[in-house]
């Protein structure tokens, strides 16, 4: 049985070819292991191996992990990933240093005001749904990214730093077009925000694809820690 450390590196190296067939650089593709449903445990395996951003996707799940971990290991970089009612952003904004799934401009606007002063402003992306699908949150068109930025963009607490997005499971062409098509949205955005240097994109099973088009942090999970048991839903 491979080991946390053995899977880690595993990934680093798939994301290393993927971006050598591109003529890519490795060092400009951050790899966030996906840490939810996972035990503190498992977090210091991965870190012991040099891993140092870690995603979440639950509030409660990932304010506890932080806050057991940020005085011993203060070098670890939390990002949020998941779906953020207005009534939970305060955690995200207290404690957590990005956050990738901003899609309207209420939850940027209370993300602003609950993030503290002495903290640097909070790391944000525009989620974007790609795929139309109508389970999956999401700004769906250009003009309503090119909107929610200039909302962000007078946040003084947020810098905006690029887009996200979760892809259909379709495979092939069909992946293929929406990676690009994100890979084009980001372009349009830098037009006007050149500091949007982030397509948060790709994971365990299609991350060669999305590397191809441009991704440049992958949220990398069950192929680090294994499948999953999931919790009950965040309280």
Same mark, same amino acid.
């Given at each position: ?73 203060? *070098? =670890? ?6 779906? +953020? ?5 305060? /955690?995200? %904004? &207290? ?55 200039? *909302? =962000? ?6 810098? +905006? ?5 979760? /892809?259909? %499971? &379709? ?65």
């Amino acid at each position: 049985m491979t080991t946390i450390a053995e899977r880690l590196a595993c990934a680093q190296s798939r994301i290393a070819q993927a971006a050598g067939k591109c003529s890519r650089q490795a060092d400009d593709i951050t790899l966030l292991a996906v840490s939810k449903t996972k035990p503190v445990s498992d977090i210091m395996a991965a870190y012991d191996a040099g891993q140092r951003c870690f995603g979440e996707n639950y509030v409660q799940e990932g304010q506890q992990k932080i806050l057991e971990l940020q005085q011993s290991h203060p *070098d =670890i970089q939390w990002h949020f990933i998941g779906p +953020l009612q207005s009534n939970k952003s305060r /955690p995200v %904004a &207290e404690l957590f240093h990005w956050m990738h799934t901003i899609d309207r401009s209420k939850i940027a606007q209370r993300l602003n005001a609950q993030r503290p002063l002495q903290l640097p402003p909070l790391q944000v992306c525009i989620q974007v749904n790609v795929s139309g699908e109508a389970s999956k949150s999401g700004v769906s068109s250009e003009q309503e990214m090119l909107s929610l930025a200039r *909302d =962000i963009s007078q946040l003084p607490h947020l810098t +905006l730093r690029g887009l996200m997005t979760i /892809p259909s %499971a &379709e495979e092939g062409e069909p992946l293929r077009r929406q990676f690009q098509l994100m890979q084009q949205l980001l372009a349009r955005l830098q037009q006007d925000y050149p500091q949007a240097d982030t397509l948060s994109m790709g994971m365990s099973h299609d991350l060669e694809q999305a590397v191809a088009c441009g991704a440049t942090l992958v949220r990398i999970g069950s192929a680090i820690f294994g499948a999953r048991d999931y919790p009950q839903k965040d309280a």
